[in-house]
């Protein structure tokens, strides 16, 4: 087959996992694995349970069906905010989901009653990162409400920082989370479960003891797949930066000029790319493009070969320095955007890798 494939070495995924169930256990935290980057994808998930994660997290429904088909029977929590129109079936087929909107609420209330279940939630506040979540001062009339519904039960508080405002977990705005759970559970006489307050963003304040005791739920995914915390991106300690690996295969090589010639438009993406002129350069066209991945989010592991840019079908690279031939495959480590793509495109390949079938160590 021609197309490219995705490498996911499920033994690192497990390590990785491990690795951060182990550091959250050690400061009171259950650990969500989120594996909504991948789709879905069941052996990922499998790998993070058998790493220590005490339940799964995902974006989309379909993705829990697509879990749920693969055998995988661990709870599901649903992440994004149920739609009104889906109610009926976050209720029949969830038992958590994260919910700031009344009407939803009343929603899942009917639906789970018609069930004869009780559907917990979590409910989201918004801390300055501007994505989803009650805005602090309308939590405590809010819960009230909730709180009367029948087929609710609030199972917890939580909040969601650095993924769209770029907000970074702090002592400040934790210690509010905390303050906001207590002053929810004073005045409505009721007992949280879970304070989740942590993505992988919030790594650094943990392992620094940043984080205030009563924040005892994470929901972690780049950090389990990727090995990084996402304040800054950086390699976590102990965990694997290479457990995705994408291959590419080279269908040309030619030696060309480093810059267009003749007079310039926008590219078919409506950009004007910049060029640097390096005289003549041996340039690679791989066979994937934009329509599987984000391009920009690749990095060679070979660290001789850039990536000059890509259009739908095509990336370029420059392999003035790679030994390449026609017909060699190059590997890149995705970013999580590069992931996200690469996961869900229908071109790319997946290869799930275990035990002895993995190709060896990278890192
Ligand atoms: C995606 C998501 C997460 C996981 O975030 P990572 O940065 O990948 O750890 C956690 N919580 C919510 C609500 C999410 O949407």
């Known amino acids: 087959m021609t197309h490219p494939y995705l490498t996911i070495d499920l033994d690192k995924i497990e390590h990785n996992a491990r690795t951060l169930v182990d550091l959250c256990r050690a400061h009171g935290i259950e650990v969500m694995g989120v594996t909504k980057a991948t789709g879905g994808h069941p052996e990922v998930a499998k790998a993070m349970l058998r790493g220590g994660v005490a339940s799964i997290g995902e974006s989309r429904l379909e993705h829990i069906h697509r879990l749920r088909d693969a055998g995988v029977d661990t709870p599901c929590a649903l992440l994004r905010l149920p739609a009104l129109s889906g109610v009926e079936e976050v209720a029949a087929e969830v038992g958590l989901s994260l919910n700031s909107e009344l009407a939803v609420l009343e929603g899942l209330s009917r639906a789970a009653c018609e069930r004869g279940r009780v559907h917990e939630v979590i409910l989201m506040v918004d801390l300055g990162d501007l994505r989803e979540g009650l805005w602090p001062d309308d ?9 009367a519904l029948p087929g609710i039960r609030i199972a917890g508080l939580g909040t969601n920082l650095a993924c769209l405002g770029g907000v970074v977990p702090s002592e400040a705005n934790m210690r509010r989370l905390v303050a906001l759970a207590e002053e929810l559970e004073r005045s409505l006489d009721l007992e949280l479960r ?4 942590m993505n992988s963003s919030g790594l650094d ?15 972690l995914g780049e950090a389990i797949l990727l090995g ?30 480093s810059v267009p010639l003749g007079e310039r438009a926008e590219d078919a993406f409506g950009h004007l790319p ?14 994937i493009g934009r329509e599987d991945v ?13 990536v000059l840019g890509g ?17 060699d495959r190059v590997a890149f480590l995705p970013s999580y955007s590069a992931l996200l793509q690469a996961m869900t495109s229908v071109n790319v390949e997946k290869r799930p890798l275990r035990g002895q079938e993995r190709e060896g160590s990278i890192a």
């Open 139 to 147: 939590l405590v009339p809010f819960a009230g409400e909730a709180l």
């Open 194 to 197: 879970w304070i989740s307050g």
């Open 205 to 219: 304040l943990l392992a620094s003891g940043g984080l205030p005791h009563r924040v005892n739920h994470a929901r």
């Open 228 to 257: 990084r915390e996402t304040t800054h991106r950086r390699p976590w300690p102990g965990t694997f930066q290479d457990a995705f690996v994408l291959h590419a295969e080279v269908l040309e090589l030619k030696r060309k000029p």
């Open 274 to 287: 910049a060029f640097e002129d390096r005289g003549e350069i041996l340039r690679a066209l791989l066979n």
């Open 294 to 306: 984000y391009v920009e989010g690749l990095t060679p592991l070979d660290g001789r070969l850039k």
């Open 311 to 327: 259009s739908s079908g095509y990336l370029v690279l420059d392999a003035t320095a790679g030994g390449l031939r026609v017909g």
